[in-house]
């Protein structure tokens, strides 16, 4: 995943809203939902300079982060319960927070949630994104197919060149989904 920094100096709030519109307007890749754009800071504080050593995001950069991080629904401190729903999904047992892997990729070895990689590896990742293919090519309809094709797009055409952790808040999703029709 790549990171981008654009430092624009002396700008309004109503600016700021301009200037992240027209990105997204002229971007495809974030106006698809592949990427996003954050505004951390509207203010001329804690410039980037190219002098590197000088060059830290301050606690509340961070901090507007995560606020906005949160109101997408994407909490911070999810990736443990996230995974927890994954794995569940996947049908590991859950018994005083141990989970007794079923699938061979998963070691087969009892494992504590904070071990488990859905986030962050193909390995663990792709065996889910096919239980889901399967279960979409079998159960689903015709028009719930293409519904789940339109909206988890990510896991449907997948590719590596879309990065682990956007498929796995795809995952994520559908698997919320799935939980509350099933």
Known sequence: M??????????????????????????????????TLHCIDK??????????????????????????????GYPQNSTLENNKLIAEFMGLSHSSGWLTPSEPYVSGQNMEVEDMKYHKSWDWLIPVMKKIDTYANEEMSIAEYDDYRNKYILIAESSIYNGVSYI???VVEFIKDYNKNN
């Open 2 to 35: 790549a990171r981008f920094i654009l430092d624009v100096a002396n700008i309004s709030e109503d600016t700021c809203n301009a200037v992240m519109n027209a990105i997204i307007g002229e971007v495809p890749i974030v106006a698809e939902g592949i990427s």
């Open 43 to 72: 203010t001329n504080n804690n410039q980037f300079y190219d002098d590197p050593n000088r060059n830290k995001l301050s606690q509340s950069q961070i901090d507007n982060y995560n606020l906005q991080l949160k109101q997408e």
């Open 168 to 170: 796995h808040k795809q």
